[in-house]
Each structure stands twice: as C-alpha cells, then as structure tokens.
T-cell receptor, first 115, second 112 residues
C-alpha cells in the first residue's frame, strides 16, 4: 500500500529557533499534501493544504509566516515552524491521497517540544 | 473547523464485546472514512464508505451511513485489547477536493 513518511518523529528545540518537518510520499506522487496539528486528547485540526509548485493554502487563524510550507516536488512537502515558542509544542501530522476521493495516508507524526 | 461530532467521547468495554461508535456531520459529503490512531502515532485508514453506499464490512468492522440523518456508525465486533485506540470519522466534501474534515473522536478502551 501507499506510504507517507514523516521525519523527524520527535524534536526538542529551544525557543526562538526554527524546526523543519518533512513529509514524503514514498511510492506515489502527491500534488497536494495536508498538514494537521493535534493537541493531546483532541482531534486533528487542519492547518494548511500544501500545493506542489504553488503557494500553500492556510486555514483561518493559522499564521503563514510562522508555519512556512514548501512543496517543491511531487513527493516532498516541508513544514517549518519559525521562531518557535512553547505554545507551538504539539503533534504535527501530514497526509496525502494516492487517489482523489480515496483514502488518505498519514505520516507517523512529529512530536514537537519547544523549551 | 470540525464538522463531525462523535459519540461517545470515550468507551470502555471488555474483550469479546462489541463496540459501537457514532459520527454525525453537517454538510453534504462525497464519502465518509473511519481512521484509527494509537497514542502518539499517525492515523491508519480503516474503511471508506461513499455517499451512495449504506453499509460496508471489512473483517470485524461494519460501517453504516445514513445520508438522510447525516450520520454514520462504526461497529467493531468481538473486540480485542489491541483495538484500544482513538477512532475518528472524517468526511470528504464535493467542494473541498480531497480535503478531509475530522470528527472529535472516540477513545476506545478494551479491557482484557
């Protein structure tokens, strides 16, 4: 089956630094990928839609200058959390669809802790 | 924003019992999907049901969809301790491309 790989799985960083999270589709091309944020014991909140070769579409309330998304190839999207603060600590997950209107495949998630 | 609501929020049962989780949504959909998430992990797809389908089975899973009531249910039969996880429904809408909107989730605990 399709595989989406997300890296790193865990990262601890200091306040004020930036962190990059990668999401790769390993055996299919993804013109669109999705980035979610999840707080403990809560559901997934869509942050942005990553579009290959064009600007990402951000959900209302998500700061585009804080959460930079780059989708430079058909198999890779990156989310960079800039100038991270402790309140950015969360679980970030990406997903992609091998087929339109089909099932989504998710990365393993990244646990970000900002100290 | 989350358009789906799931109930119960938490469910605790004994091994061998059946578990039923419900999901309601607000807008018209193309499909509804159920996912499972173990603590601290990514989501795993369980089953997809399209808007023109009423019921689907996969192993010990049975999903129903009632578009008139805008609701779906997930039944897990003969539950096992390994079924302990969070379960989410997600809807795909015609106007949103492949984008999914997730429900609040049900935390299922199966006690051995």
């Amino acid at each position: 089956g399709a595989v989406v790989s997300q890296h790193p799985s865990r990262v601890i960083c200091k306040s004020g630094t930036s962190v990059k999270i990668e999401c790769r589709s390993l055996d299919f091309q993804a013109t669109t990928m999705f980035w979610y944020r999840q707080f403990p014991k809560q559901s997934l909140m869509l942050m942005a839609t990553s579009n290959e070769g064009s600007k990402a579409t951000y959900e209302q309330g998500v700061e585009k200058d804080k959460f930079l998304i780059n989708h430079a190839s058909l198999t890779l999207s990156t989310l960079t959390v800039t100038s991270a603060h402790p309140e950015d600590s969360s679980f970030y997950i990406c997903s992609a669809f091998p087929q339109p209107w089909g099932e989504a495949f998710f990365g393993q998630g990244t646990r970000l802790t900002v100290v | 924003s989350q358009q789906g609501e799931e109930d119960p929020q938490a469910l605790s049962i004994q091994e061998g019992e059946n578990a039923t989780m419900n999901c309601s949504y607000k807008t018209s959909i193309n499909n509804l999907q159920w996912y499972r998430q173990n603590s601290g992990r990514g989501l795993v797809h369980l089953i997809l049901i399209r808007s023109n389908e009423r019921e689907k089975h996969s192993g010990r899973l049975r999903v129903t969809l009632d578009t008139s009531k805008k609701s779906s249910s997930l039944l897990i039969t003969a539950s096992r301790a390994a079924d302990t996880a969070s379960y989410f429904c997600a809807t795909g809408r015609e106007t949103s491309g492949s984008r999914l909107t997730f429900g609040e989730g049900t935390q299922l605990t199966v006690n051995p």
